[in-house]
């Protein structure tokens, strides 16, 4: 129906219709012209097209529904969320906006410059009105994980109600005995937005629901970048089906992926794939891609090197963990278990964060990529100052590595792509080598 159906619901839920049609009207071109023109692909991206067309709009409307039923709508910038527990209350978690420059200089107003694009564009788009999902939710999830998004909860919580989970820095044991406080808090806020208390039935179904989506991102991820010979959808169409799975119901969610990855396997057996052969495969590490933040993706993808895989919160840091329930059978221990399963994140606020470093060689032997890009949003401290082990490692492995620093600005696009071109160059060269060396 597209979102000129539900102006009278935007309108109630406090949106700024007109910008926020401008601004959607914006998006909806940027992605017709980055994702429809794409050769080859797959037919059960349709369905992930029509989202995009609902995304502020029927999505938005079911939001709305299931909050009439006194049930929790939770908005959130990061991926520590216990998002089983909100789905066991038979609400909805999803990700907020926070990945376009056009509500940064209203950030500004309050927000210091020099801080990371992700935090600015997402507090923006609550001072602009302009995120449909930011103005249905019941409260902000916030977390304790950079400096720069611990001391903006302060500020937001003026204009919006936030909670704010404390998230340890370290993993000892102490660290992770509050975390389990911590997670039994969380719970507590949404019995409280509820008003009722959630049953260990409903919990443990919120993580059957939960590990279900994230067992068909694995299968995607797996089809994506195990295959060496053939790449059955482009990494910006995976990337683009991540970022949606913050936004969609996941039970539905699951089973729209799920249809997709019978066709890649379809595709991978008969060798259907939509890179020529011997196109340079590369992994993407690092911050997250909020979307609409596209731009290293075409920038790769359209210079002739294929993404197989993005080691990042909107990716495999994601989904790479499931919850364990074998055993479970009271209330504390499904609690354990969460906090366990969400320790096992590794974000660059830890340290030390070494098994992150050892999973990202084993992803890339595993993916057979051919290099990797580090990707870190500017004034991102944490993930800048981690690229130099990360960089260490990888050197000392004799992995090729481009590192990329960048915002949502267009500026450097041209730059990027520029370093992105001779980076493939120097890929394609040494497979050349390679080869020839092989063959003597
Ligand atoms: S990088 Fe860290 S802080 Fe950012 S979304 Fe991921 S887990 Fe959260
Ligand atoms: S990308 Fe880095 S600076 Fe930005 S919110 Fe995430 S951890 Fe914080």
Redesign the pocket.
Known sequence: MGIEAYKNLLSDIGVDVEKHAKMMNAGLESYKKQFLSQPNRPEAMKYFDWFMSEIQGERIAEINRIKKERKPAVGT??IFVPEEIIVGAGGACYGLCGGSPATIPDAESELPRN?????KSAYGFKLQRTCAYTQSSDFIYGET?????KKTWEILDKHHPVHVMNIPHMKRDRDLRMWKEEVYEFKKHIEDVIGKKLTFEEMVNGVKIINKKREALQRLDSLRSMNPDVVPISGKDGLFITQMGFLDDPVRYTQKVNELCDELDKRVQDGVSVFKKDTPRLMVLG??FAPPNWKLHTAVESTGGAIVNEES?IGHRYYKDNVDLEGVEDEDTLIDRLMRRYSEID???FTPNTPRIDKILKMYKDRQADGVIYY??S?????NVESHLVVEALEKEGIPCLIIESDYSAEDTGQIKTRVEAFLESLTFKKKAKLFKDIK
């Open positions: 910038f990061c801080i990371c694009p992700l935090i994980t950079c400096e720069a998004k911050t997250p919160c974000c660059a606020c870190t949003l004034f991102c401290h944490t993930y």
